[in-house]
């Protein structure tokens, strides 16, 4: 988990739930739930800030453009139906911070599933 948020910048974000639709309901239905809500608890407990102070899990993002980039990508997701289970906007800190986030109800046809 510490290690998608850390490398934000090349996986802005995780699928979730397309990991449990496609690996894990198959061999453990009714699981999904549970498990989203799991992730998105453990995604809210995640350090935001400077990298180089110990604990900081996700730094910022590298530009404004990349900030922007990703703002498109959500902004489309949630059009095309997607859910923002946490995050999903500018951190509170400013500059190029981005808070984790999670989606839910991720399609093939969103720019994230890409």
């Known amino acids: 988990l510490q290690q998608?948020?850390?490398?934000?910048?090349?996986?802005?974000f995780?699928?979730?739930?397309?990991l449990c639709k496609k690996f894990i309901i198959p061999f453990c239905a009714g699981i999904y739930e549970k498990f989203a809500n799991a992730f998105a608890k453990?995604?809210?407990?995640?350090?935001?800030g400077n990298g180089l102070i110990e604990g900081t899990v996700q730094g910022?993002?590298?530009n404004e453009a990349a900030l922007e980039k990703v703002e498109t990508i959500v902004r489309?997701?949630?059009?095309?139906g997607a859910d923002v289970v946490i995050g999903g906007k500018r951190h509170s800190l400013g500059m190029t911070f981005y808070e984790p986030t999670v989606l839910g109800n991720v399609s093939k046809d969103m720019l994230i599933f890409r």
């Open 4 to 12: 998608s948020f850390v490398t934000v910048g090349k996986h802005v």
């Open 76 to 80: 489309d997701a949630t059009a095309k």
């Open 14 to 18: 995780v699928q979730t739930e397309y």
């Open 42 to 48: 453990a995604v809210r407990g995640l350090q935001v």
């Open 60 to 62: 910022p993002l590298i």
